[in-house]
RNA sequence: GCCGAAGUGGUGUAAUGGCAGCCACGAUUGACUCAAAAUCAAUUGCCCUGACGGGCGUGUGGGUUCGACUCCCACCUUCGGCACCA
């Protein structure tokens, strides 16, 4: 019999019985995820004598395999959840899937799967996986937002937002697919293209809904009670934008239209030497004379064909195209003319700006571009003669060239802050030219889609053309299951049964066919895991008295502006529509007080950061087909080729060269694209040729793929791209599989890795390599703990006195870094006191069996969150009872850390130069006399005499440190 | 471009303003082995030195401080987000 051992098998080796048995991971772990279902031990039920504690990590899109980002995201929360459990806290860690969205579209249009099909498959595979983690997850809560029973509610809460003015029907721009009839969106959009077609896609205005968040702005900016991280809380603050300042008309000259302007500048009002309106702006159409029409209608035209982040860069020179228009100045009755640049955005503020190049450098650049007139309202007291020439000038100074308000003082603070904008603003309120306003740059939430695969918005068009929600007995308002997605058109929308309905009297009436934003699931799905099945309400208000709020939520920081800040105005919204007014009686008929609870959805908030793919090489390829449009092309063949071979410039050339083609001719008609593969959804390659141009190349059914590294018959799905470490994901194709791992190291090996070996707010590359420390580590527990406790019953006092002090450090520093989620130094101390355990036991007699089971199950009860199979087994064996995740947290004695001697460390300006070994605790004189008869201050002095003598104290509890004597000379 | 964050040995990382590199990975040497793997022991920031010892060192350049990876200013690079990926 040959049997190859690998580092990772789970073999245990037969011909050498003396040995116990090694660690199998795969047995251990299937063994007790089974006996801890079959007890209920994370079932989670209200207990009001217990206190609470609801651990919320962020549920995951069900893309097909669960990856190691997941894990990376999950197992530290539940590692911290199983802590507080272990901490005397009645933990709920619930998990469910963010069901809806754009991926299972995908599939549908690339493949013929239907989204519900492909959803439900992937689910069912990533439940298994999920149970593989070992987490405490308590299925029994289970949501996922694309079932009826789930959108129901989600319907529901869009009706109640609606009954109560929170949602309405506005206009807004969305990418238009004139080739596909579609809205696409704006991950499906590559240079101005349709990822799929390669043809050109443009912005189109489209009625849909919207959420007032906007008037929740105010309340958004203040974070009253939680402990959320600052870089977040800024970003937030950033992104809704706050700004002080006015609106004020503008008159155009023929036609009176009034133009309303926001302005955080109202003192550079006499600077106006111009307008620009969005080229979106419905003012256009109007003003223009004929003479201009052409020319606006082309700039226009060209401004659609751009996205908002295009137009915004600084750093690209201004476009604009004149209206033939002008306007009047309020303030002075001066003729300016009205310009149109894209540079000023439909979506903010009201889509028009009165220009004063002279004190804004965005206007600046254009007046300087187009030769516009630059005038100074504001003079700093130290101008030169080259003020307002080169740059805008947006500090202090007196104000100029404005009529009454000559000699005024701008100290370039905005708001009211400033005296010159404060005196402005009262003026032309007096005068009605404008009012004080406050401009946020936030906006209101665009829940519409148009898309089959999310919760369709329970509206109804009668055929007077008003509108009313479908009736709560008619909900949900379910998706049709029969629909052909061939990603042309929307599928909704198409669909006659769906769209036919009645009205409340029972006349004809079609029905809303936009679905709504994923978002909208995943903005209150943590309310839905206090009861999933229930049928009457979206939550029940028992279960919600007991575990609202979130104590904890964890999760990517790339969700810092978008989902989560939809998730607090959501919360907002539900307690001012009184929803949390049954659960708050119910909190104070248990005592509890509801003050300030539903305020905010998440108390603690925490970011992990992301897994990268592992480097390595990605795939170059040759694809041969038929050209579809000049970027697009249709594959029937497809080879991995080197990368010298992808990156030489002609394909062409190569053709003669291979003789692959008959003649330049043939070659051109059939096609060929060779390149790196840099994005793949499905069936459609991005492929970056030798020119670096992008070409797209949709892999038809039944292609033929060859990849030499991969025996047999190749898929689409074995093709990897983008090389380089850069964010996993399963568009790219750099997946690292969880599942792979699990079989070959154990999850708790994977748990205690992905732990251990980053900075968890930060992530990194994932390193196959890496990961055999923990390993290491796990089996050396293992052996040590199989090993059994020591013959003698008593060992050497000192050395079992120095366990035990290293003992109560490692609790410390355990309990410590759990807390506050420093993972990896946790592991790190563990596996320093496991060392030391090995270390203290290699001498036979040093250690008896006492203090052996006493240091052995304290460590495994500190390892038992990060670890919890391989604790719970051993702890077995040790005789523990069953569950040690039942157990309590070992508690920290400082008695028993404190140590009896310390190092002194003596030092010259700053630099250590000696160090003594002292008393813990040494006083300031003893230590300074101790420190200055060291040789390394006796050099450091050289006879004469130290300038300064700085003591710092050691710290002989908690956090340690050594004590230290700074010699300044 | 705007907003936020991060840059420390060959690598992942650690360090309430107080010994920079804990804990690991990798590497080198030795033990065990016919051999390899595994395991064990030792070394491992860089430079000079036979050694003792010395110099330099936390992205770059300044500053604050008795003392700076840590605080402040400027710059460079990388990552996340930018409203229809989730």
Redesign the pocket.
């Known amino acids: 019999m040959f049997v190859i051992?690998?580092?990772y098998s789970s073999t245990t080796c037969e011909t050498d019985m003396t040995h116990r048995a090694k660690y199998n991971p795969q047995a251990i772990e299937s063994k007790w995820q089974a006996r801890w279902e079959q007890d209920e031990l994370y079932r989670s039920k209200v207990d009001w004598s217990k206190p609470k504690y609801y651990a919320l990590t962020?549920l995951?899109?069900p893309?097909g395999d669960l990856h190691i980002g997941h894990w990376f995201a999950m197992t530290p929360s539940d590692a911290r959840a199983r802590y507080m459990r272990m901490q005397g806290f009645n933990v709920m860690f619930p998990m469910g899937f963010?069901?809806?969205?754009?991926?299972a579209e995908n599939a549908a249009v690339q493949r013929g799967i239907h989204p519900a099909k492909w959803t439900h498959a992937n689910m069912e595979r990533m439940r298994k996986q999920l149970r593989s983690m070992g987490a405490m997850f308590d299925w029994e809560r289970e949501a996922a937002s694309c079932e009826p029973e789930y959108y129901k509610w989600t319907q529901w809460f869009f009706k109640k937002f609606y009954e109560s003015g929170l949602a309405y029907r506005s206009e807004?721009l969305?990418?238009w697919s004139p080739t596909l009839q579609t809205?696409?969106?704006?991950?499906?959009?590559i240079d101005g293209k349709d990822e799929r077609t390669g043809q050109p896609v443009i912005q189109k205005m489209?009625t849909?809904w919207f959420f007032r968040?906007t008037k929740y702005a105010d309340e958004l900016l203040s974070y009253v009670n939680v402990d959320w991280p600052?870089?977040?809380r800024?970003?937030q603050?950033?992104?809704?934008?706050r700004s002080e300042g006015a609106r004020v008309i503008f008159r155009t000259e023929v036609g009176d239209h009034p133009i309303e302007i926001f302005t955080t500048r109202p003192d550079t009002l006499w600077g106006a030497t111009f307008m620009v309106l969005a080229p979106e702006h419905p003012l256009v159409e109007q003003i223009v004379p004929a003479e201009h029409k052409e020319s606006v209608q082309a700039y226009v035209e060209k401004a659609a064909r751009q996205?908002?982040?295009e137009r915004?860069?600084?750093?690209?020179d201004k476009t604009g195209v004149f209206t033939g228009a002008y306007a009047i100045n309020p303030v002075n009755g001066e003729r300016i003319p009205i310009w149109i640049a894209d540079y000023v955005l439909i979506?903010?503020g009201t889509g028009a700006i009165m220009a004063v190049p002279a004190h804004d450098e965005r206007d600046f650049a254009f007046a300087r571009q187009y030769g516009l007139e630059i005038r100074p309202v504001i003079r700093p007291d130290d101008a030169g003669d080259d003020f307002c020439v080169n740059a805008a000038y947006s500090g202090a100074g007196h104000m100029i060239n404005s009529g009454r308000f000559d000699g005024t003082f701008a100290n370039g603070e905005k708001g009211r802050k400033n005296g010159a904008i404060s005196a402005v603003i009262d003026w032309i309120s007096g005068q009605g030219y404008g009012r004080e306003a406050i401009n946020?740059?936030?906006?209101?939430?665009?829940?519409?889609?148009?898309?089959y695969?999310?919760a369709p918005i329970p509206m109804v068009y009668r055929a007077d053309g008003t509108v009313e929600p479908v009736a709560d007995q008619d909900l949900p308002a379910q998706l049709p299951a029969d629909v052909v997605m061939t990603g042309v058109g929307n599928p909704l929308a198409n669909h006659e049964g769906f769209v036919n309905t009645t009205d409340s009297n029972g006349q004809p009436a079609r029905r809303e066919t936009?679905t709504m934003?994923?978002?909208m699931?995943?903005s209150w799905y943590w309310f839905r895991y206090l009861s999933p099945r229930k049928s009457d309400a979206a939550f029940d208000a028992e279960e919600a008295a007991y575990w609202l709020p979130v104590d904890v939520y964890t999760g990517?920081?790339?969700?810092?502006?978008?989902?989560l800040l939809y998730a607090r105005f959501f919360t907002k919204s539900m307690r001012d529509l009184g929803m949390f007014e049954e659960t708050a009686d119910i909190m104070q008929a248990h005592g509890r007080s509801p003050q300030a609870l539903f305020d905010e959805p998440f108390m603690l908030l925490r970011n992990q950061?992301?897994i990268?793919g592992e480097e390595r090489e990605g795939h170059y390829i040759r694809a041969h087909g038929q050209w579809d449009s000049n970027t697009k092309l249709f594959a029937d063949q497809v080879n991995v080729i080197d990368k010298e071979e992808a990156l030489m410039v002609d394909p062409v050339a190569l053709s003669h060269i291979t003789g692959e083609f008959a003649s330049v001719a043939e070659e051109q008609m059939s096609g060929t694209v060779m390149g790196e593969i840099v994005k793949r959804t499905e069936n459609i390659l991005t492929v970056r040729d030798s020119k670096g141009e992008l070409k797209t190349v949709e892999v038809r059914t039944g292609a033929e793929i060859n990849i030499p590294d991969v025996p047999g018959t190749n898929t689409v799905n074995q093709l990897k791209h983008h090389l380089e470490?850069?964010?996993m994901?399963k568009?790219k194709g750099n997946v690292v599989n969880p599942d792979e791992w699990v079989n070959k190291a154990g999850a708790d090996t994977v748990r205690a890795y992905l732990m251990?070996?980053?900075?968890?707010?930060?992530?990194?590359?994932w390193?196959s390599?890496?990961?055999?420390?923990?390993?290491?580590?796990l089996?050396?527990v293992w052996d040590i703990v199989t090993a059994g406790a020591p013959a003698t019953a008593s060992g050497n006092p000192d050395a079992e006195r120095a366990l035990e002090r290293r003992v109560h450090q490692t609790i410390y520093k355990v309990s410590l870094?759990m807390e506050n989620f420093?993972f990896?130094?946790a592991?790190?101390?563990?596996?320093?006191l496991?060392?030391d355990l090995?270390?203290a036991l290699?001498e036979p007699g040093k250690i008896g069996a006492a203090a052996w089971t006493q240091a052995v199950k304290t460590m495994l009860l500190l390892m038992a969150p990060i670890t919890p199979h391989l604790a719970e087994e051993l702890w077995e064996r040790v005789g523990g009872a069953y569950s040690i995740h039942q157990q309590a947290f070992p508690a920290y004695d400082a008695a028993k850390a404190a140590d009896d001697m310390?190092?002194l460390?003596v030092?010259k300006?700053?630099?250590?130069?000696d160090?003594v070994d002292v008393a813990a605790g040494i006083s300031e004189a003893d230590a300074i006399a101790a420190a200055m008869a060291t040789h390394?201050a006796q050099?450091a002095l050289n006879g004469g005499t130290p300038?300064?003598v700085?003591f710092?104290p050691g710290?002989n509890e908690g956090?340690k440190?050594?004590p230290?004597v700074?010699i300044?000379v």
């Not at 603050?237 to 934008?241: E, H, K, L, Q, V």
């Not at 915004?312 to 690209?316: E, L, S």
């Open positions: 051992l690998t580092r962020m995951p899109y893309s963010d069901a809806f969205g754009l991926p807004a969305v990418n809205v696409l969106a704006n991950e499906q959009v489209l849909q968040m600052e870089p977040i800024m970003m603050a950033n992104w809704i934008g996205t908002e982040l915004t860069a600084d750093d690209r979506t903010y946020y740059r936030l906006r209101d939430w665009l829940i519409s889609r148009q898309r695969w999310g936009d934003d994923t978002f699931c995943s990517g920081a790339e969700h810092a502006t978008m989902h950061g992301q990268l470490i850069q964010r994901s568009s251990f070996g980053f900075d968890w707010t930060k992530g990194g590359p390193d390599q890496g990961i055999e420390g923990p390993a290491r580590w089996r050396d870094d420093s990896n130094t592991v790190a101390a563990l596996m320093t496991k060392n090995r270390a290699r310390t190092t460390i030092m300006n700053g630099k250590p130069v160090r390394g050099r300038k300064r700085i710092v710290r956090q440190s050594e230290k700074n300044v």
